[in-house]
């Protein structure tokens, strides 16, 4: 039976299935000009190292989220709404993402950012042992996350154990009389130097210890060995309770600290739960490591796996700490005496977890608890580490760093946290079970600073994109000043300088550069009233007096006067019992008292209006009468006198230890939290929308003391950061001189590279003068390299899932670039093709028509309808390919990409040729390999002419190289090309030397 194939290839199609063929590249043997370098702000990912990056995931998967710049504009109320209240994020991700959408294929992103922090992770379960004979060294394991920003704050890690038995020969232990420890195992065991052992005896005493070293015997046995000082040794603590005054060491990411432990117990599990007078925000918490030193033996360590949860109690707060299990430290000389029966012996693996609430981020298994360990944890990557090697291999050069063993574990998708080099070489799993989060979860420790500080964009900054040992250089010698300090002196580069030493980076844009200045709104505190002034005026007899106090409501602005006071009595300074109350009416502010004899009156008073009442006054006795023959002793009253400064509450006065209240109400009848402390200062949580009052007292004596006067601290409303873009047309008011400076270093660069196209966009508030002023600066910074720049406007309306927003065109023109230069070649000009995801363009400040922008040397965007003439389909497009250059010949960006593939062959061939021997032979082979790539150009429509002698000439013979010339060791070839443009032609000579240099030049 015969079967057409081709028309059953042709005619058949497959249910389910279809094939699209994705554009190659072209084969060729031209260098590539597609690839393109992108710096900004982002969310996560290495500072200032270039990420090779192929596609929108990988770019997330690195650089997560984009980053919120502003909550709105501040802009007059004649702007549209969608000015006023659009949010302003990073343009990065969407210009990279613009960049794939648009045929893109591959991309060096640098992430930029000024003083970013790092979020730490606590490690629940995992203990660092301490120095030999410190039993108080123990702490949990922090690591910070893989890079600096706010992507971490809501993020947690956890941990579980997996321990694989062995089979052990024999059955005991017997370390007396062995300075190294030593087990036997089987041959087939799956065991080595850097794993950490669990060897439990018969008695439940364990003991921890990495394996050093491993010999195997003719009998087909191996014998693991430990150093001493490798040594941990364990009892259990099971089914006790004891209660009186302890104290333990709280050994924390937070600092190390001492706290009293009223009582503890343990079950038969080893679950342990201890009571604290301490108020459960203050109390230990997951993570924390406590030593419990009882007086019963060697010091208890315990790691809590949980937050402290409050208990009620009279008097001061109670808290439960709870951990998992509870061990006594032994010294090494007891655990050794033996001999011992074994009960198990494992090898145990760490695996790490990272999750969002309830939700899985990434998991890595099978690492190693100790430093030898092949997977040692303490090889984490941080994406610096992960991507400065790869960053380095590529630029050619420099100290290469050989691939760390986690590398390709943790890289998809990555990994939430990494290792630095304070991670303990030893580490212990003494509170973890064998289920991520048994051990529980504590949420990424971040600073106080908001989450812009945290990314590195609190402030507009922009030395934040530039390398401040290379800003101030100019072309002529920025290049050996960058490769000097990255090739020879091993340091990094920074900002847009970071891509100086990757050559295959042909096309360069900065969005980010382009922002206005952001801040926040100027705070308006709400305002809350104040407590009365209460005072005790007496009689000039000293039988009796009045009190006296204000009206705190009306000292508020255009407030009302107080509706009525609350006037309260007790013999006792806390008002604990016994309390006479009276009502007042609004007018009185006094009223007779009479004085006690021997006994004490205590007076408070508080005022009311409307439904709203203030705090209590400050609290005022009233002494005893003090007759000659009278034998009252009367106590001291000393109650203490709060001040606030910013957040932090001192006072003077009374004796320590203090009870604090902290409560949104103004009368501490609801909502109050109490705080034990023993110093005179209290740092108030800052109030997230609501007042918070404080007042504080004595709680030395059997009685608590009377309470302070109450401290205020006024709520203040969230503040919005606002995006700052003039409005005027003013070219000097409205310049950014951020972005200026940013564009400025971008052209010194291009001049010092020349092989590399600048796709530059304005800010969007710039008016046309504004643009031209613009312009005319950058073209007079010295030894700028406009001619390598070439810039677009207005921003594009892109449509996304937050709706429609603003965006440069730099990555979508960029996209169109790579992927003509993929299909076609470089020297195919993009003007005039929609760009993909644009859907409008932004209005231009001063309605300017594209005429007047093309005049200026930019390249309008324009919207072109359904049905003009000309093109297929609507969409926006760029009109127009200029650069800055001033010569006409060389201005369209087509023309000098040409030129720049042209450089880049001749410099590849140079590099080949550079040591041969200099004679007719190398100038037959240098005319030839020339011939051979320029005529592929000619056959690809890059050069004019209807036959290779008009388009390409290839002169390296002896009119160009005398014999003076090759005595002189150098070797002139000139290429003169005729682009496919009406042009004439374009002259590039490369000189080869006999120092094993060259170099390449354009001649007019």
Do not use: K
Request: with cysteine; glycine share 12%.
């Amino acid at each position: 039976m015969n079967l057409d194939l081709a028309a059953s290839a042709g005619s058949a199609r497959w249910p389910g299935l279809s094939f699209e063929a994705s554009p190659a590249g072209r084969p060729s043997v031209l260098p590539r000009l597609d690839v393109t370098g992108f710096v900004g702000y982002a969310e996560a990912g290495p500072l200032d190292v270039p990420v090779l990056v192929h596609d929108v995931a990988s770019f997330q998967d690195t650089f997560g989220a984009d980053v919120v710049l502003a909550e709105g504009l501040a802009r007059p109320p004649a702007a549209p709404a969608r000015d006023r209240d659009r949010r302003v994020t990073s343009l990065l991700g969407p210009t990279v993402r613009a960049f794939f959408d648009n045929g893109g294929r591959a991309c060096w992103v640098v992430r930029v950012a000024q003083d970013a922090s790092t979020a730490r992770f606590v490690v629940p379960g995992v203990v660092a042992r301490g120095g030999v004979g410190d039993p108080h060294g123990w702490r949990a394991v922090v690591f910070p996350a893989r890079s600096p920003g706010a992507f971490a704050d809501d993020q947690a890690v956890t941990a579980r154990v997996t321990r694989n038995p062995l089979v052990t020969l024999p059955g005991s232990l017997d370390l007396r009389g062995w300075v190294d420890g030593r087990v036997v195992v089987p041959a087939s065991a799956v065991v080595g130097p850097g794993d950490l052992l669990e060897v439990v005896l018969t008695t439940g005493r364990t003991l921890w210890v990495g394996v050093r070293t491993e010999h195997a015997d003719a009998a087909g046995q191996r014998t693991l060995t430990w150093r001493p000082d490798d040594e941990t040794w364990l009892d259990p603590v099971r089914d006790t309770a004891r209660t009186g005054i302890f104290s333990a060491q709280v050994n924390g990411p937070g600092g190390d600290r001492t706290v009293p432990v009223d009582s503890y117990e343990v079950d038969a599990d080893g679950a342990t739960r201890l009571t604290v007078p301490l108020a459960p925000e203050i109390a230990p918490t997951t993570g924390d490591v406590l030593h419990l030193e009882d007086g019963l033996g060697a010091p208890i360590l315990l790691s809590v796996h949980a937050p402290a949860h409050g208990v009620p109690a009279v008097g001061a707060a109670r808290s439960v700490v709870s951990g998992w299990p509870a061990w006594r430290l032994l010294d090494p000389g007891v655990g050794r005496g033996g001999p011992h029966t074994l009960a198990r012996v494992s090898v145990v693996e760490l695996g790490l977890a990272t999750r969002r609430g309830d939700a899985a981020l990434g998991a890595v298994d099978g690492l190693g608890f100790t430093d030898a360990h092949p997977r040692w944890v303490g090889h984490l990557p941080s994406d610096h580490s992960l991507h400065v090697r790869r960053y380095r291999r590529s630029a050619g050069g420099g100290r290469d760093e050989p691939t760390g063993p986690l590398d390709e574990l943790v890289r998809h998708p990555r990994f939430s946290a990494a290792a630095d080099g304070d991670t303990p070489t030893t580490c212990l799993p003494l509170g973890l079970g064998v289920v991520h989060g048994s051990a529980g979860v504590r949420t990424a420790l971040v600073g106080a600073e908001g989450p812009r500080a945290r990314n590195g964009v609190a402030r507009r900054d922009p030395d934040a994109f530039l390398d401040p040992a290379l800003a101030d250089r100019g072309a002529e010698t920025l290049l050996e000043a960058a490769r000097r300090r990255f090739f020879v002196d091993g340091l990094e580069l920074r900002g847009i300088h970071a891509l100086l030493p990757l050559e295959e980076v042909a096309v360069l844009a900065v969005p980010d550069a382009l922002h206005g200045e952001w801040e926040q709104e100027s705070p308006t505190a709400s305002q809350a009233v104040g407590a009365p002034r209460l005072t005790f005026l007496p009689e000039t007899t000293g039988e009796s007096g009045h009190l006296v106090w204000d009206d705190p409501f009306a000292s508020l602005d255009a407030a009302e006067p107080a509706d009525s006071f609350v006037l309260e009595r007790c013999e006792r300074a806390d008002f604990g019992s016994g309390v006479e109350t009276v009502l007042l009416g609004a007018d009185p502010l006094t009223r007779p008292v009479e004085q006690g004899r021997c006994g004490r009156w205590f007076h408070r008073v508080r005022a009311q209006r409307r439904g709203l009442t203030s705090p209590w006054s400050a609290t005022v006795d009233v002494p005893a009468a003090r007759a000659p023959f009278d034998e009252c002793d009367a106590e001291v009253f000393d109650a203490p006198h709060a001040v606030l400064a910013d957040l932090l509450v001192t006072w003077t006065g009374a004796d320590a230890p203090f009870e604090i209240e902290v409560s949104s109400d103004p009368v501490f009848s609801s909502g109050t939290l109490t705080h034990p402390v023993a110093v005179r200062q209290f740092l108030v949580p800052r109030p997230l929308g609501a007042t918070t009052y404080v007042r504080v007292r004595s709680v030395a004596g059997p009685i608590p003391g009377a309470w302070s006067n109450t401290v205020i601290v006024s709520a203040v409303p969230a503040r919005r950061w606002l995006l700052h873009e003039p409005d005027g047309q003013d070219p000097e008011a409205t310049l950014s001189p951020a972005g200026l400076a940013v564009h400025r270093a971008l052209v010194v660069l291009a001049a010092a590279r020349r092989d590399l196209t600048l796709l530059l966009s304005f800010p969007r508030w710039y008016g046309l003068g504004t643009m031209e002023r613009h312009l005319g600066l950058l073209s007079a910074a010295p030894g700028a390299g406009t001619d390598w720049a070439q810039f677009h406007h207005p921003w594009t309306l892109t449509s996304g899932e937050d709706g429609v927003r603003t965006l440069p065109a730099d990555g979508a023109v960029a996209g169109q670039m790579a992927r003509g230069a993929l299909l076609r070649g470089p020297w195919i000009a993009t003007a005039g093709v929609p760009l993909v995801g644009a859907v409008g363009v932004d209005e231009i400040r001063g309605g300017t028509e594209p005429g007047a922008l093309r005049a200026a040397g930019i390249n309008p965007l324009t919207v072109s309808r359904v049905g003009a003439p000309g093109l297929r389909g609507a969409g926006v497009r760029a009109w127009g390919v200029d650069t800055l250059a001033a010569d006409p010949g060389v201005r369209p960006v087509t023309v000098r990409r040409l030129l720049i593939l042209l450089r880049r062959l001749a410099l590849r061939e140079g590099r080949e040729l550079v040591f041969e021997p200099n004679g007719p032979d190398l100038r037959r082979l240098t005319r030839t390999r020339f011939e051979s790539a320029l005529g592929e150009m000619f056959r690809l429509g890059a050069l004019a002419g209807t036959r290779p002698d008009q388009a390409y000439r290839v002169l390296c013979d002896t009119g160009l190289n005398p014999q003076r010339v090759s005595d002189a060791g150098l070797l002139v070839v000139e290429l003169q090309v005729a682009p496919s443009f009406p042009l004439e032609f374009l002259v590039v000579r490369l000189v080869q030397s006999d120092d094993g240099g060259f170099r390449l030049s354009e001649v007019a």
